[in-house]
């Protein structure tokens, strides 16, 4: 049974990364076409890929826990590392924005995000290593607990 759980978690890890790549190269080819993505993929790979890779390990433990657990274990950080990770991933093109959003008034904010693209791939980092502290700290109290128990 704890191998057909380790087994579904990290499946479903390795598929939230995927969808999160699957995102980053649809929303920047729907915003500056095919080969800019391939140009931005290819000048920041280690941060989309870190990013990816760490928001599967987090939906991996998470879903590691409730199903050993059964209990609900917070969401809170797991949306808010995704989303980190989907921003800043997507901020390496979001100067394009510029050209198809000026009527809503937003182009301002998106030339500050343009500016800082390497600054929030680093707080997309730095959420998603915390992410996954906070959930190995509950793998590891939820172990503990049990050990205790048996």
């Known amino acids: 049974m704890a191998q057909n759980i380790i087994l579904s978690s990290t499946l479903k890890g390795f598929l939230a990364a995927s969808l999160l790549l699957i995102f980053?190269?649809?929303t920047v080819?729907?915003?500056?076409?095919?080969?800019?993505?391939?140009?931005?993929?290819?000048?920041?790979?280690?941060?989309?890929?870190?990013?990816?890779?760490?928001?599967?390990?987090?939906?991996?433990l998470?879903?590691?826990l409730r199903d050993r657990s059964r209990q609900n274990i917070p969401k809170k950080v797991l949306a808010t590392s995704g989303s980190t990770s989907a921003a800043a991933m997507v901020s390496?093109?979001?100067h394009f924005l510029v050209n198809i959003?000026?009527?809503?008034?937003?182009?301002?904010?998106?030339?500050?995000?343009?500016?800082?693209?390497?600054?929030?791939?680093?707080?997309?980092?730095?959420?998603?290593?915390?992410?996954?502290a906070y959930m190995l700290n509950n793998v590891y109290f939820f172990s503990k607990r049990n050990l205790t128990n048996e």
């Not at 076409?33 to 290819?42: C, V």
């Not at 809503?104 to 996954?132: E, K, M």
């Open 24 to 26: 980053y190269f649809a």
């Open 29 to 60: 080819t729907l915003i500056s076409g095919w080969d800019f993505t391939q140009s931005q993929f290819f000048k920041y790979w280690y941060f989309i890929l870190s990013l990816a890779l760490g928001f599967g390990i987090q939906v991996a």
């Open 62 to 64: 998470y879903f590691y």
């Open 92 to 94: 390496c093109c979001s």
């Open 101 to 132: 959003l000026p009527i809503v008034g937003i182009s301002g904010f998106v030339t500050l995000i343009a500016q800082y693209q390497i600054q929030l791939f680093w707080v997309g980092l730095a959420l998603n290593l915390a992410g996954i």
